[in-house]
């Protein structure tokens, strides 16, 4: 029986994350068949932008949209604050969603929660 695409991924990131240290990046590559590379390849071609581009913002998009639904992963979000925003991400979307704001006095990085 064939894994599923998504079985394979998971069971990569499972096999990274038991190795890996907790603040390094993790490289995944992944080979698509001959039908998902010439489907990937006609995306980047149609888009003029990488098709790898579109999934990050939309894991990003949705990372945010499930922070902001409870107060409970203010915790979460507290962990990241000091670090610079970086276009497309999950603080920079949170910044443009009025959640945090920037409060950098020139000299370094500091974000704040915006109270309701």
């Given at each position: 029986?064939?894994?599923?695409?998504?079985?394979?991924?998971?069971?990569?990131?499972?096999?990274?994350?038991?190795?890996?240290?907790?603040?390094?990046?993790?490289?995944?590559?992944?080979?698509?068949?001959?039908?998902?590379?010439?489907?990937?390849?006609?995306?980047?071609?149609?888009?003029?932008?990488p098709v790898s581009t579109l999934f990050?913002?939309?894991v990003s998009k949705k990372l945010c949209?499930?922070?902001?639904?409870?107060?409970?992963?203010?915790?979460?979000?507290?962990e990241f604050l000091d670090e610079p925003?970086?276009?497309?991400?999950?603080?920079?979307?949170?910044?443009?969603?009025?959640?945090?704001?920037?409060?950098?006095?020139?000299?370094?990085?500091?974000?704040?929660?915006?109270?309701?």
């Amino acid at each position: 029986m064939k894994k599923t695409l998504a079985s394979k991924i998971k069971l990569s990131l499972n096999d990274s994350l038991s190795e890996a240290d907790s603040d390094a990046f993790e490289t995944i590559t992944l080979r698509p068949n001959e039908d998902v590379g010439a489907m990937i390849s006609a995306l980047n071609e149609l888009l003029r932008l990488p098709v790898s581009t579109l999934f990050v913002d939309e894991v990003s998009k949705k990372l945010c949209d499930l922070l902001l639904e409870s107060k409970d992963n203010q915790s979460i979000i507290e962990e990241f604050l000091d670090e610079p925003l970086q276009a497309g991400s999950v603080l920079s979307l949170l910044e443009k969603k009025g959640a945090i704001k920037d409060e950098s006095d020139g000299e370094g990085t500091a974000h704040t929660f915006v109270e309701e």
